[in-house]
């Protein structure tokens, strides 16, 4: 399957950041979960190295390469044993500069998109609320238009990376009267006055930062709308596809980390006169994962291959995300069981990979929001077309 997907310059990649990550990184995974923040070092050396130019064109210091480098990307990050560390990287690589990318004028390319993708500033997407969930277009936070600003009221949550951003990517409503169709995106720096980000404390993902930010009469130029006024609700859904795709990835990637990891334990660890791999219930619960995970990853890949082409893939991507983080969940839930009382220890990595795990059917659209908009599209038969050309 790899050589169907992957190329001879694929798995050079993937060797060179497999490298970088276990000199770069892993040194540091356990005190940055232990401290909850990551050091801005290493935002600049996945900069020099180009990893959060993978997709992006070269004009503005990319490498405009195909997704199956994402997929790489995303893979290795999940096997450093620091899903919130992944989640920090992708987060600002495949969230926030998506839109700076699509929607982005040659201004904010220039300034912003190059910076991110040198490492020299981090971005946050805002669009989730304290009341609105998976509820997009049931957003509060209002844009106001005065003169030649606009001026942002509301609060947002569960924002990755809110803290350590140097600047938001917002979602707001320029129209509240219209509903989803009176939504606008914003570019809005950090560090102005009115903003206020107050960081959570999460079962899972302890390393990456993620907060509340509140926007009091803050002022935005109207140069920093991103795109046109009102579609910003089109401009969302565009990239949804993608953000699931990236949660599924992350998903069967992380199981069969586990997988690998526990069936190495196994090998080794033994229970009245054998090694545990030795008994018929637990060698068949393993490989029964082991046959989801893999299902999970062939689908997941073909997915990835469309969106590559420019197909529009949002069942797939929708089916993809709600399929591999159920699956992982249920794996990792097996593995820790393996380990028996050495599970539940935080030294052992099947305890932070248990917590990490569970945010899978949450983030990026819950798996009961995924199965109403697949609902949609297989019962009732409404077919989605992309939302802008």
């Not at 935002?43 to 480098?69: R, T």
């Not at 490989?287 to 797939?316: P, Q, S, W």
Request: charged content about 25%; some cysteine.
């Amino acid at each position: 399957m790899n050589s169907f997907y992957f190329t001879e310059e694929h798995e050079l990649f993937r060797e060179s950041f497999k490298d970088f990550l276990r000199i770069e990184v892993v040194p540091h995974i356990e005190k940055w979960e232990k401290t909850g923040t990551i050091e801005r070092f290493i935002w600049k050396k996945f900069g020099e190295m180009g990893f959060f130019g993978i997709a992006y064109p070269e004009a503005y210091g990319g490498l405009n390469l195909d997704l199956f480098y994402t997929v790489i990307f995303l893979e290795e990050l999940q096997k450093i044993k620091s899903s919130g560390f992944a989640a920090a990287m992708w987060a600002h690589a495949y969230l926030a500069m998506t839109h700076l990318n699509a929607e982005g004028d040659e201004r904010i390319k220039q300034e912003y998109l190059a910076a991110s993708i040198a490492g020299d500033k981090i971005g946050a997407m805002c669009i989730t609320e304290p009341f609105g969930g998976s509820d997009v277009a049931g957003m509060r936070t209002t844009a106001v238009k005065n003169g030649n600003k606009y001026i942002i009221n509301g609060s947002k949550t569960f924002i990755t990376n809110g803290v350590y951003a140097d600047y938001y990517v917002v979602a707001a409503k320029t129209n509240p009267e219209l509903g989803n169709k009176g939504i606008s995106i914003f570019l809005i720096y950090a560090n102005q006055k009115g903003i206020n980000a107050t960081k959570l404390d999460k079962l899972g993902w302890r390393a990456s930062d993620t907060a509340e930010i509140s926007f009091d009469n803050v002022e935005v130029p109207e140069e920093n709308l991103m795109g046109e006024e009102g579609k910003g609700f089109p401009y969302i859904m565009q990239h949804f596809a993608l953000e699931r795709l990236i949660m599924a990835i992350n998903a069967h990637a992380r199981a069969e980390y586990a997988i690998d990891y526990t069936i190495e334990y196994m090998s080794h660890r033994e229970a009245f006169g054998k090694t545990i791999n030795k008994f018929q219930a637990l060698r068949h619960t393993m490989v029964d994962h082991a046959t989801e995970v893999e299902h999970c990853k062939i689908f997941n890949y073909a997915a990835v291959a469309r969106l590559d082409k420019g197909e529009y893939v949002v069942k797939e991507a929708t089916m993809a995300k709600l399929k591999s983080t159920k699956v992982a969940d249920e794996a990792i839930y097996s593995c820790l069981q393996m380990l028996g009382g050495y599970g539940y220890m935080e030294e052992y990595p099947l305890a932070r990979l248990f917590r990490d795990s569970r945010l899978g059917p949450i983030g990026g659209g819950t798996s009961e929001i995924l199965r109403e908009i697949l609902s949609k599209m297989i019962i009732d038969k409404q077919n989605y077309q992309p939302a802008v050309k």
